[in-house]
């Protein structure tokens, strides 16, 4: 007899948050980009975030945060605030655990063009370290993607258009055309955008 239990989102909180604290996995979290914003970084992003909501006329907006990971950026935001969001991650684990946290409470909402886009982010940063490039033991054609050809397409290119969080930035200004954003990032990727 297996005694499996359903996983109790609501009074557990965040399994991949707390698999990868317990697992004290710094290479693992380096490989993944996976660094959880702090408490205070997050609050603070979230006043920013309600300041900007209260300059808007109405409340046709929309938040969106492309890396979402577990949802860090959004765990003080308010029910209302989350339905006007959009979070996404690429990691399965990560999804999983999104959708738990926030999957009855964050929609999918159509964007178009009169909705104000909010984008709120603390994107990876990685880039192919000097020493592998030489060596050769990077995976060729890795940090290239559509992304990548966009940037370059706009004059953009070099180690500037190969790091994860440049391409971020840039398509978030770019391509969703956000109206407003808060990103989490070095300052050195800001510098060179």
Not at 91 to 96: K, T
Not at 150 to 173: D, H, P, Q, V
Request: glycine residues 6%; charged residues 25%.
């Amino acid at each position: 007899i297996l005694n499996i239990q359903p996983y109790k989102w609501n009074e557990t909180g965040c399994i991949e948050r707390t698999l990868l604290d317990c697992l004290g996995s710094t290479g693992l979290k380096k490989r993944l980009g996976a660094f959880f914003t702090p408490d205070y970084a997050v609050k603070k992003s979230t006043d920013y975030l309600r300041n900007i909501i209260k300059t808007l006329k109405d409340d046709n907006y929309v938040i969106i945060d492309r890396c979402a990971g577990t949802g860090n950026l959004e765990k003080y935001l308010t029910k209302d605030e989350l339905t006007h969001c959009i979070l996404n991650t690429i990691n399965y684990a990560e999804w999983l655990t999104l959708k738990g946290l926030y999957g009855d409470r964050a929609l999918v909402l159509p964007l178009t063009k009169d909705k104000t886009i909010i984008v709120l982010e603390n994107p990876p940063y990685s880039k192919p370290a000097a020493e592998a490039i030489r060596k050769s033991r990077t995976i060729k054609g890795s940090s290239n993607n559509y992304i990548t050809d966009l940037m370059k397409c706009n004059n953009i290119n070099g180690i500037t258009a190969r790091e994860t969080a440049n391409k971020f930035i840039w398509s978030a200004f770019e391509l969703i055309k956000a109206d407003y954003c808060i990103i989490y990032s070095p300052v050195k990727y800001f510098k060179s955008q």
